[in-house]
């Protein structure tokens, strides 16, 4: 194909490059220098490296109770998703906010987002500020979601190519496209890529951007990152301007996000295995739960047997403590929870031999007419987590020969 269709209405065709082909429908709007007929499943030449965002697709979400499943709608800054956080910066208390975030599920056959991803997310973002002045190009009432890449230097002097889709519940408003460089959780610099006009249907948008180099931080670099992502202010700012009450639907949806090294004109969006894409975020923030199980809750087959990826060790006469190796060595030192999968309890266990928990096990009999012991207001678990593993030691509640489950929630992240 020479030249892309210029007409709106449904087509479809096949697109021909040098070493594939694409199929072509539901031609889009797109932003900058795409003009308006980007096509929804799009084709770049060779030379398209990996998509470097691990969780466009919002695939993967270990933290349950931050949008995954329904709304969240506390304000302040948090990892949501896994390699994404918001940085609330409207200035303004809680009464003059209006937030929430949310994971959607597409339909199983819909055409306007390439690659037939299953999940989009829903951010909504309006406030009033309170204060004056401004921060690294932000000003008032910013508020930022963006997703992380290790090493905030990692991209210097690198042309990027940034893609997604995106609308809004309302037509006229406008997201901005954003970097930022975050050393632990300081942010230490601050550039704006592009203004983008949201319609109400979904819309891809390509920009190409060459990453500045850092500058001297001041400090040295510990636990920094880089970040890339999407500034709400221009949408806040515009709800004021049109008076726009907080408690009004507005919303922007963001979906497949990518970037690639070099310049890409209509890059195909890619996404790795969710398997694999995984295993690179629990190096993050590393959970035995499944992906479609919620930390802290039930996870039980029947009152007696906890499900099977529940992790378990079995008390030995002077072996109170088990070692466990994490599956790959983790960002830095975490932080371990241990949940109980018969009652979702934190910092306990479940003591299958006792039917119960640690905690409310003592009274009862054990091996050899044993007395389980468990003192009230004394952990039943004591640990030692390093990056590379976890010395978990059962203190009360257990005897020898009992068999105890529990889930791990490791949190490697980087600070915020």
Not at 62 to 85: C, E, H, I, K
Not at 223 to 236: A, Q
Not at 342 to 352: H, L
Not at 368 to 395: H, I, M, P
Request: glycine share 8%; net charge negative.
């Amino acid at each position: 194909m020479s030249e892309q269709p210029t007409y709106t209405g449904k087509i479809f065709g096949i697109q021909y490059a040098a070493d594939r082909f694409t199929v072509v429908n539901n031609p889009k709007k797109a932003s900058g220098f795409l003009g308006a007929a980007a096509l929804a499943t799009s084709s770049s030449g060779s030379g398209q490296g990996e998509n470097l965002v691990v969780n466009g697709d919002f695939a993967i979400w270990q933290r349950p109770n931050t949008g995954r499943d329904s709304q969240y709608t506390s304000t302040g800054s948090l990892v949501f998703a896994d390699m994404w956080r918001r940085h609330d910066g409207v200035s303004g208390g809680t009464a003059t906010k209006s937030y929430y975030i949310q994971r959607q599920t597409f339909a199983d056959i819909q055409s306007d987002v390439e690659g037939n991803p299953e999940y989009y997310l829903d951010i909504k973002a309006l406030g009033l500020s309170g204060g004056t002045g401004a921060t690294y190009g932000f000003g008032n009432d910013y508020l930022t979601v963006g997703c992380v890449l290790p090493n905030a230097k990692s991209l210097d002097s690198q042309t990027i190519t940034f893609s997604f889709y995106a609308k809004c519940s309302y037509s006229d408003y406008s997201l901005t496209s954003y970097i930022s460089r975050y050393n632990g959780a300081s942010l230490i610099d601050y550039n704006e890529i592009e203004e983008h006009g949201l319609d109400t249907t979904w819309t891809k948008y390509v920009v190409q951007y060459t990453v500045p180099t850092l500058p001297n931080p001041g400090s040295p670099l510990v636990d920094d990152y880089f970040e890339i992502g999407f500034n709400f202010k221009p949408l806040i700012n515009n709800a004021n301007i049109n008076s726009v009450a907080l408690g009004t639907n507005l919303y922007a949806s963001i979906a497949s996000v990518c970037v690639y090294l070099g310049s890409q004109t209509l890059p195909f969006d890619t996404h790795k295995s969710v398997q694999e894409r995984l295993n690179i975020c629990r190096k993050y923030y590393y959970s035995t739960y499944a992906l479609d199980q919620t930390q802290g809750s039930t996870t039980m087959i029947n009152t007696e047997e906890p499900i099977y990826n529940t992790e378990h060790h079995m008390v030995l006469p002077n072996g109170l403590c088990r070692f466990l190796q994490w599956p790959f060595e983790l960002r830095t030192t975490p932080t371990v929870t241990i949940y109980s999968p018969s009652t979702g309890t934190a910092n306990d266990a479940y003591n299958r031999s006792s039917n119960r928990d640690l905690r409310n096990s003592s009274g009862t009999i054990g091996y050899g007419s044993q007395n389980r012991v468990a003192r009230l207001g004394v952990d039943t678990l004591l640990k030692d987590a390093t990056k590379y593993g976890l010395k978990l030691c059962v203190s009360g509640g257990a005897v020898d020969y009992d068999n105890i489950f529990y889930h791990i929630v490791a949190d490697a992240d980087y600070p915020i």
